[in-house]
């Protein structure tokens, strides 16, 4: 039973333009949500996280919104740069429940 | 200074073999993982340890045994080792407990490939 479910799959986004990648969960005991960007070769490292008591957390050019009513988040990327392509993974962890991760997405930014 | 290194980066061996991994983690964390990333990239939690202590212990054949001499060494040893276990294995550390709440911090993996 998949507790995060992560679309789409893959991305490809032209540069300048917005990334989203869509994230939806099932246990509602679940109160952090974080996102993950992978790079070739490397291992995942922390992007931005938030909890569920702020619908909207913003750094830089990443912004996560929050609906907890919907249980559903998503990552936003503002002026994607070539940078940026990478896998990105959304998680979700709380109560008893261990951090789990999403199934990941491909992003791709094309100039 | 890396913080999370595991060694090797890679690891090419033959089906039946014995082989392990190696973590150590310099961040003074009290709470160890290893994580198998598939061809399809998806991550799944395997172990946790906790200051030596074992705190999850996923679906995982008998024939994987993590073993963690201090809580800054968290090891993985992979008995007859069959081709599905092709995988990268990554090993992180996280300052929170086993409630998983915290930023985890992951080393650069180390790809095994079955032959």
């Known amino acids: 039973q998949q507790q995060v479910k992560q679309s789409p799959q893959s991305l490809i986004v032209q540069k300048g333009g917005i990334s989203i990648i869509n994230c939806a969960y099932e246990?509602?005991?679940?109160?952090?949500f974080p996102w993950y960007q992978q790079f070739p070769g490397k291992g995942p490292a922390l992007l931005i996280a938030i909890r569920p008591d702020v619908s909207e957390k913003k750094e830089g050019r990443f912004t996560i919104s929050f609906n907890k009513s919907a249980k559903q988040f998503s990552l936003h990327i503002m002026d994607s740069q070539p940078g940026d392509s990478a896998t990105y993974f959304c998680?979700?962890?709380?109560?008893?429940?261990?951090?789990?991760f999403g199934t990941g997405t491909r992003l791709t930014i094309i100039p | 200074d890396t913080a999370v290194s595991q060694t090797p980066k890679y690891l090419v061996t033959q089906m039946g073999n014995d082989k392990s991994i190696k973590c150590e983690q310099n961040?003074?964390?009290?709470?160890m993982y290893w994580y198998k990333q598939d061809s399809k990239k998806f991550l799944k939690i395997m172990f946790s340890?906790?200051?030596?202590?074992?705190?999850i212990n996923e679906t995982v054949p008998n024939r994987f045994s993590p073993k963690s001499p201090d809580k800054a060494h968290l090891n993985l040893h992979i008995n007859s080792l069959e081709l599905g276990d092709s995988a990268v294995y990554f090993c992180?550390?996280?300052?929170?407990?086993?409630?998983?709440?915290?930023?985890?911090?992951f080393g650069e993996g180390s790809r095994l490939t079955v032959l």
């Open positions: 340890y906790n200051n030596k202590e074992l705190i």
């Open positions: 961040l003074g964390h009290d709470t």
């Open positions: 246990n509602t005991a679940f109160d952090y």
């Open positions: 998680a979700a962890a709380g109560g008893n429940e261990k951090l789990t």
């Open positions: 992180a550390s996280s300052q929170e407990g086993w409630s998983n709440t915290g930023e985890l911090f």
